[in-house]
Nanobody, 123 residues
Framework: QVQLVESGGGLVQPGGSLRLSCAAS????????MGWYRQAPGKERELVAAIARGGTTNYADSVKGRFTISRDSAENTVYLQMNSLKPEDTAVYFCNVDSTVTYRGTYRSNDAWGQGTQVTVSS
């Protein structure tokens, strides 16, 4: 129902910056929230940042002041600007979109995940 395409991961030195993007497409009626999660080896997936339909944002304590989530509502795209990156930010980052989709006059909730993009912070 909803397809997500992520981009922007890579290798960066400590203190560097990266920008992730995630574009959503499909039978989207309305997007309720968009967010970024990450999963490091041997750890559970955790919320990094999220932005609700009204624009309210939420960040993990570990990234506050360093990461910024934003969106382009017209393009159904969410971004994660990551500054002052640390080795402990190394993980696979996943985009998540909570939406209402429509098909043949019906509406239902949809929770979509991106394929993940690797972010490695290392010197």
């Amino acid at each position: 129902q909803v397809q997500l395409v992520e981009s922007g991961g890579g290798l960066v030195q400590p203190g560097g910056s990266l920008r992730l993007s995630c574009a959503a497409s499909g039978r989207i009626f309305i997007i309720n929230a968009m967010g970024w999660y990450r999963q490091a080896p041997g750890k559970e997936r955790e919320l990094v940042a999220a932005i609700a339909r009204g624009g309210t944002t939420n960040y993990a304590d570990s990234v506050k002041g360093r990461f910024t989530i934003s969106r382009d509502s017209a393009e159904n795209t969410v971004y994660l600007q990551m500054n002052s990156l640390k080795p402990e930010d190394t993980a696979v980052y996943f985009c998540n979109v909570d939406s209402t989709v429509t098909y043949r006059g019906t509406y239902r909730s949809n929770d979509a995940w991106g394929q993940g993009t690797q972010v490695t912070v290392s010197s």
